[in-house]
């Protein structure tokens, strides 16, 4: 009987029936079903029952959400929505400010130079997943606010990569500017040829196929090829160092303005896989994080580390939004939406752990930080700038079957 339970049919439906149980405690709390996902998380993980743990499968399969989920997301944009100077100036600024944060909040509390550096850096990245699943919930997807915190995180990941790269050299002791420089190079290019593959090339192959026998008689064709390019952009932006999520959105925002007649939409076919993989990524978010691992020790830098992490994206990305020509609450909305830190912060926590750059308190700290900085900014959106707008997600699923 123990081996059914190894089995990953058991495994899928018990994270499936563990995310239904976050859609109703959403409900119940009325908060976003990002929270509600998390707090379940968090309640089977190892911090309350223990029922699950974080396995390579349960990463793996939210891996794999997360990578649809951005997917979806950049069917709503445009690549001018992106590449836009405000952005820049955003990003950078929103990378800057948080990694002096962080390294100065580590070296008050006595931590060497090569934590802090390490600290500082976990505190430049953003995790886009979490804010742009709460956007397309609450129907904010097409506001401008929305459009500068998409468009500075895709260069906050390149930002945040480079940030990474520097902080290892110096710890290291090989830090070269050809180093920096290539880096920067392949990130920026693989940007440039994906997008431009995808918008020129791709999207018109697509057009053109649907208009075949071919797809005519298989319409679900044109779908799993789409897929099929949307993890190939995934693995291409990890093989750069960039995020996969950063790969898929790129894919998404190329394939946009396809237009099929004979085919299956793309968007709604990724959409439902997203509703499904992507509900296991928020369930994993809670699944990571341990707070038996927390000592009165650590909880005090906890604690000024996760206020640190969101002043500092909210004063180094609002600041430059409203310098940018947003309105002050949207110019605020871009800067809670920038807080999460989310999955993006752990792994440069991972890295600097295996590196034995920092302690498993200080590692403890960053996964924490990340955990609380993604819980917050859904909150903050639903109960303060959206506060009694409705959830246009139960609309957007009932669109998908056709309004039945």
């Not at 830090?175 to 920096?180: A, E, Q």
């Not at 990890?238 to 007649?261: M, P, R, T």
């Not at 709604?268 to 000592?295: N, P, R, W």
């Not at 909210?314 to 309105?327: E, S, T, V």
Request: hydrophobic share 60%; net charge neutral; charged share 10%.
């Amino acid at each position: 009987m123990e081996s059914l339970f190894t089995l990953i049919e058991f495994q899928m439906s018990l994270l499936l029936f563990v995310a239904l149980g976050g859609y109703l405690i959403a409900s119940r709390i009325n908060q976003s079903a990002v929270i509600g996902l998390i707090l379940v998380g968090l309640f089977v993980g190892p911090s309350v029952l223990g029922l699950i743990t974080y396995t390579d499968f349960v990463r793996s399969i939210a891996h794999l959400g997360a990578v649809i989920l951005l997917f979806v997301i950049g069917f709503e944009f445009n690549l001018k929505d992106i590449v836009q100077p405000r952005n820049f100036a955003i990003a950078l600024i929103g990378v800057i400010v948080p990694w002096i944060g962080g390294w100065g909040l580590a070296v008050l509390f006595g931590f060497d130079s090569a934590s802090a550096i390490f600290v500082g850096t976990a505190c430049t990245a953003t995790s886009i997943a979490i804010t742009a699943n709460v956007l397309k919930e609450l129907g904010k997807l097409k506001t401008e606010a929305a459009k500068a915190i998409i468009g500075a995180a895709v260069i906050d990941d390149v930002l945040a990569l480079l940030a990474l790269a520097i902080s290892a050299d110096i710890v290291g002791g090989s830090f070269s500017y050809l180093s920096i420089a290539i880096v920067t190079v392949k990130a920026v290019t693989f940007i440039v040829i994906a997008a431009a593959f995808g918008i020129l090339v791709v999207s018109k192959y697509l057009a053109k196929l649907d208009s075949t026998p071919f797809v005519q008689k298989y319409p679900e064709f044109i779908f799993i090829f789409a897929m099929m390019l949307a993890f190939l952009y995934a693995m291409c932006a990890e093989a750069v160092g960039l995020s996969a999520i950063v790969g898929a959105f790129i894919a998404g925002v190329s394939f946009k303005d396809v237009e099929l007649h004979k085919s299956r939409s793309l968007k709604e076919g990724a959409e439902y896989l997203q509703i499904i993989f992507a509900a296991i990524f928020f369930v994993s978010l809670g699944i990571i994080a341990d707070f038996h691992a927390v000592t009165p020790e650590i909880l005090l830098f906890l604690l000024m580390l996760t206020l640190v992490a969101i002043l500092t994206k909210l004063i180094g990305c609002g600041l430059p939004a409203k310098l940018g020509g947003l309105c002050t609450k949207d110019a605020l909305i871009v800067g809670v939406g920038m807080a999460p830190r989310g999955e993006v912060a752990m792994i440069v926590a991972l890295i600097g752990l295996e590196k034995g750059v920092i302690g498993q308190g200080v590692y403890v700290a960053i996964v924490m930080m990340s955990l609380l900085t993604t819980v917050i900014t859904p909150m903050v959106y639903r109960n303060w700038f959206y506060k009694g707008e409705t959830c246009t997600y139960v609309d957007s699923v009932t669109s998908i079957n056709g309004g039945k």
